[in-house]
Antibody
Framework: EVQLVESGGGLVKPGGSLRLSCAAS????????MNWVRQAPGKGLEWVSS????????YYADSVKGRFTISRDNAKNSLYLQMNSLRAEDTAVYYC?????????WGQGTLVTVSS | QSVLTQPPSVSAAPGQKVTISCSGS????????VSWYQHLPGTAPKLLIY???KRPSGIPDRFSGSKSGTSATLDITGLQTADEADYYC???????????FGGGTKLTVL
């Protein structure tokens, strides 16, 4: 069974940092592009970042460019999102999702709250 | 303000049909595949339609998608109360070099 499990969310102060992880199982992780998508409270889905299977291609939404860094470790079947200089507007449930442009499988999400 | 435009809400009675529209531009829908997602609060979003009109295994044929020019639609027939959820269209935007979503449409089955 294909499974994506996010972790690392929590409460952080504005300006702080947090690293999210996504553990993948049930498929050949190294063959697929991966993404982070978030949903702020009461808002819709917002794509955050994508990384290709070999990390050759990386893309970011303008709202996080320069502050967030996506990475992956294919040996560990894991996806990461390093979030720096966090702002209140980054408060959201963060989902990892498998796919290139079309997001086939999603995790359950991890909540990030940025508040003083 | 989302790059793709969807109606905020739609409603219909059980057993009826509903159509959700998604409007974009040549940099997104016009030149890329459209996908549709179902999202119930507190759960993982689910892919309903990919490549404009294809269904993943396990998705009933009550759900269908189409695309014409810079717009796409999701049709749901034989509505069930279990279909109450938020629905999002999504695609790649070539100008933005990123995935873009519609603002989401809340479906109410009366």
């Amino acid at each position: 069974e294909v499974q994506l499990v996010e972790s690392g969310g929590g409460l952080v102060k504005p300006g702080g940092s947090l690293r999210l992880s996504c553990a993948a199982s049930g498929f050949t992780f190294s063959s697929y592009s991966m993404n982070w998508v978030r949903q702020a409270p009461g808002k819709g889905l917002e794509w955050v970042s994508s990384i290709s299977s070999s990390s050759s291609y990386i893309y970011y939404a303008d709202s996080v460019k320069g502050r967030f860094t996506i990475s992956r470790d294919n040996a560990k079947n894991s996806l990461y999102l390093q979030m720096n200089s966090l702002r209140a507007e980054d408060t959201a449930v963060y989902y990892c999702a498998r796919g290139q442009q079309q997001l086939v499988t999603w995790g359950q999400g991890t909540l990030v709250t940025v508040s003083s | 303000q989302s790059v793709l435009t969807q109606p905020p809400s739609v409603s219909a009675a059980p057993g009826q049909k509903v159509t959700i529209s998604c409007s974009g531009s040549t940099s997104n829908i016009g030149n890329n595949y459209v996908s549709w997602y179902q999202h119930l609060p507190g759960t993982a979003p689910k892919l309903l339609i990919y490549d404009n009109d294809k269904r993943p295994s396990g998705i009933p044929d009550r759900f269908s998608g189409s695309k014409s020019g810079t717009s796409a639609t999701l049709d749901i027939t034989g509505l069930q109360t279990a279909d109450e959820a938020d629905y999002y269209c999504g695609t790649w935007d070539t100008s933005l070099s990123g995935v873009v979503f519609g603002g989401g449409t809340k479906l109410t089955v009366l």
